[in-house]
């Protein structure tokens, strides 16, 4: 690596750096906010529209759905024709779909409108975290990654506060419920309108000149082309993601991020019926540990943060997998009756949910090249979502064909192969430049 090369991936995290990270990650905010606001407007949506089963189902996953279809078409999109252009439509069809809650007069537009907001979610993902990937220096590309993917914990619990809170404005409460994430929508988009489009991505597209005018801008005077590595224009291609130097990656990706995803969502799904199946039936028990799995999936992400610079990423990912398998076991084997016990497993669960969690922010991005981030982080975004609403979908059946402790099993099991997974293949990124993670010329060991 060239001594002119390390100076943006050497430099200091300014205030224009850490105002584009904050208001990247309000999409996976807002990602976490209708997610589990969802749940809580069904309460009052179903009765108000007539929704049968059926439709009930379709209603929780359709955001999902739209996440599939965002994450693919974004994440190329925002590699072909730009970062900031992206940046900002996306986050317009958020708003347009959330307003469109109140003329909403059936189920099936009620799932039309989650959809929507679901595809421009999807498509967030990939365009956000390319922007703070290609923004950050090496030695915090970690921590503000991972910090930007923690944000949905916290749109998750303001969700369930509010959500809780306009129970009580009466059987329209849930048009409320779903607008609100409105306001949002609009503070994001003030925040992100002088948003600089990536100079990486300029340089990836020969765009010299202004790549550099905006690189200056944000770190100095002293900038070169050689700073952002990318000297030659590479055309965005989503059939290079498939070619043998990038598959194995992508697998790799796509493998850890869906194990760590499945049990998650199915949590926060389901905790509930999972709390009072374990033993928690009686009044309003299950609501405490439902409160405390919902606590402790933040918390957990703090630690993680500084450990994924400091211990690694790879630790984190061996480590955090191979742990996340202990409280789930527990669970698989508990007797009925021992309420508090699965409570204290699920906040353990939690808690070492945070490293798994954040590497799903790191290792997409720092593993593929400027020209095709933002289609791996959308394809891996796409396909990880679609296994989430599967095993979202699985997981009531499981409960009702073969019990509570079975389905926990079976999710530790995933969990241990995740465990396998990183043991075998997680490279070790930490403190290396775009550069060097993104190498085609490297298996992911010798990364």
């Known amino acids: 690596m060239s001594i002119a090369a ?58 999902l759905v739209g ?20 940046y900002i439509i996306d986050l317009l069809i958020m708003l347009v779909s959330s307003l469109a809650i109140f003329i909403v007069q059936s189920p099936f537009e009620f799932f039309i409108t989650r959809l929507i907001m679901g595809v421009a ?24 990654n991972g910090a930007v993917i923690t944000i949905w914990n916290v749109g998750a619990i303001v969700a369930s506060a509010i ?11 849930w048009r409320w419920m779903l607008g609100s994430s409105a306001v949002f929508c609009i503070i994001l988009l003030i925040g992100r309108w002088d948003t600089p489009e990536s100079p990486r991505w300029l340089a990836s597209k020969g765009r010299v000149d202004e790549a550099l005018l905006i690189a200056k801008k944000i770190w100095g005077d002293n900038v070169t082309i050689e700073d952002l590595q990318e000297d030659q224009k590479n055309k965005a291609s989503f059939a290079k993601l498939f070619k043998k130097e ?15 995803n499945i049990p ?16 928690l039936a009686e009044g309003n028990q299950w609501i405490w540990g439902y409160a405390a799995l919902t606590l402790f999936l933040l918390l957990g992400c703090f630690p993680a943060l500084r450990l994924v610079e400091t211990v690694g990423r790879r630790p984190l990912a061996v480590w955090g997998y191979l742990l996340l398998t202990i409280p789930l076991l527990v669970l698989g084997f508990l007797p009925e009756g021992t309420g508090m016990i699965a409570v204290i497993c699920f906040a353990v669960y939690a808690l070492f949910n945070g490293g798994p969690n954040i590497l799903t922010a790191v290792y997409p991005l720092e593993l593929f090249p400027t020209e095709i981030r933002g289609s791996a982080f959308g394809f891996a975004t796409a396909i990880t979502r679609l296994s989430s609403a599967v095993g979202t979908y699985l997981v009531p059946v499981a409960l009702l064909k073969i019990g509570v402790n079975q389905t926990m099993i ?22 290396k430049t775009l550069q060097e993670t993104s190498s085609p010329g490297k298996t992911l060991r010798s990364i």
């Not at 979610?121 to 503000?144: C, N, Q, W």
């Not at 079976?410 to 403190?431: D, H, Y």
Request: proline share 4%; charged share 15%; net charge positive.
């Open 121 to 144: 979610i999807g498509a967030d993902y990939p365009i956000s975290m390319a922007l703070v990937t290609e923004f950050t220096p090496k030695k915090h590309r970690g921590v503000l």
């Open 163 to 173: 959500g809780f809170y306009m129970l009580s404005w009466g059987p329209d409460s």
């Open 264 to 279: 998650q969502y199915a949590m926060y799904s389901f905790g509930p019926q999972i709390l009072q199946a374990l033993g």
């Open 410 to 431: 079976w999710a530790a099991v995933l969990c241990f192969i995740g465990f396998l997974v990183a043991l075998v293949w997680a490279p070790e990124t930490k403190r």
């Open 67 to 86: 996440m599939f279809f965002g994450g693919l078409i974004g994440g190329y999109l925002s590699d072909f024709v730009g970062r900031k252009k992206m």
């Open 246 to 260: 990038y598959l194995g990656r992508l697998v790799f990706v796509i493998t850890l991020w869906s194990i760590i």
């Open 6 to 63: 390390s100076l943006i991936e050497d430099s200091k995290t300014s205030s224009k750096i850490r105002k584009i990270v904050g208001f990247a990650s309000g999409g996976i905010f807002i990602d976490g906010y209708i997610l589990i606001m969802i749940g809580i407007a069904l309460v009052t949506a179903a009765p108000a529209l007539s929704m049968n089963e059926t439709w009930i189902g379709l209603e929780a996953i359709a955001s």
